[in-house]
């Protein structure tokens, strides 16, 4: 079996599992399905998930997150990026509220292992 998990628990009641895990409880963000959850962190309010889809789910994820967090609405900062190397075109698009920080998804080529990964991070409030 190659998965490996480790979770740490703070005296705080902070959370932090890599390798795995479950999306923690008090993640509003919408979670695109048929990720595998690679790294959770949750402390309070702030919560950090990074998952890994199928390496051609890009532009299937890119349309779920522009239609989830309403991406072409004034409320929301798009941006897409993309930069080539030797190994390839790597493509990128990050998503935040129009003027705040609450929250950010970014929706990428994975750079070093084959897939899409996608962070989601929650700041508290």
Same mark, same amino acid.
């Given at each position: ?7 740490v628990e703070g005296d705080d009641g902070e959370t *932090?599992? +890599?390798?795995?895990?479950? +999306?923690? %409880?008090?993640?509003? /963000?919408?979670? $695109?399905?048929?990720? %595998?959850?690679?790294?959770? +962190?949750?402390?309070?309010?702030? *919560? ?6 199928? #390496?051609? %789910?890009? %532009?299937? /994820? ?11 609405? #004034? ?9 080539? &190397?030797?190994?390839? &075109? ?7 509220? $129009?003027?705040? #920080?609450?929250?950010?998804? &970014?929706?990428? #080529? ?9 962070? /989601? /991070?929650?700041?508290?409030?």
């Open positions: 079996d190659d998965d490996f998990t480790i979770t *932090m599992t +890599i390798g795995g895990g479950e +999306i923690p %409880d008090g993640l509003d /963000l919408p979670v $695109a399905p048929g990720g %595998d959850v690679q790294t959770a +962190i949750s402390g309070g309010s702030e *919560m950090v998930v990074a998952l890994q889809y199928a #390496d051609g %789910d890009y %532009d299937q /994820l890119v349309s779920f997150y522009d239609s989830e967090l309403n991406a072409s609405s #004034d409320d929301v900062d798009r941006n897409e990026t993309s930069f080539t &190397t030797e190994d390839g &075109t790597f493509r990128n698009v990050y998503y935040a509220p $129009a003027g705040g #920080d609450a929250w950010t998804v &970014t929706v990428g #080529d994975c750079i070093g292992i084959p897939g899409i990964c996608v962070n /989601l /991070l929650q700041s508290g409030s």
